[in-house]
């Protein structure tokens, strides 16, 4: 199974990115996509995460400029960062995760986003 992260980068504050994450090597169905995020020196926080239905919820510290949504038939999913700040800069990764049986918890590549002030 492979989860690829991608479409990080260096923006200024005020700026948009979206970030992807796509699986492979497995059917996916049950589960909760997630982006959490790690700034230096701190410790991975959730940032997003989505079910299988469609209900999303965000961390109160991003809510209001960030939008995450997924695809389930093509096993993707998407993080719309709107009004970036400098607190926002760290390593994103993508999550997916089911805690029944077939249990599994996967995690992707991390993909770096800097805010410049």
């Known amino acids: 199974v492979q989860l690829q992260a991608s479409g990080g980068g260096l923006v200024q504050a005020g700026g948009s990115l979206r970030l992807s994450c796509a699986a492979s090597?497995?059917?996916?169905?049950?589960?909760?996509w997630a982006w959490y995020r790690q700034a230096p020196g701190k410790q991975r926080e959730l940032v997003a995460k989505i079910t299988s239905g469609g209900t999303a919820d965000i961390a109160a510290s991003v809510e209001g400029r960030f939008t995450i949504s997924r695809d389930n038939a093509k096993n993707t999913m998407e993080l719309t960062m709107n009004s970036l700040q400098p607190e926002d800069t760290g390593v994103y990764y993508c999550?997916?995760?089911?805690?029944?049986?077939?249990?599994?918890?996967?995690w992707g590549n991390g993909t770096l986003v800097t805010v410049s002030s």
């Open positions: 999550n997916v995760k089911r805690v029944w049986s077939p249990r599994y918890d996967y």
């Open positions: 090597g497995r059917g996916f169905g049950g589960d909760v």
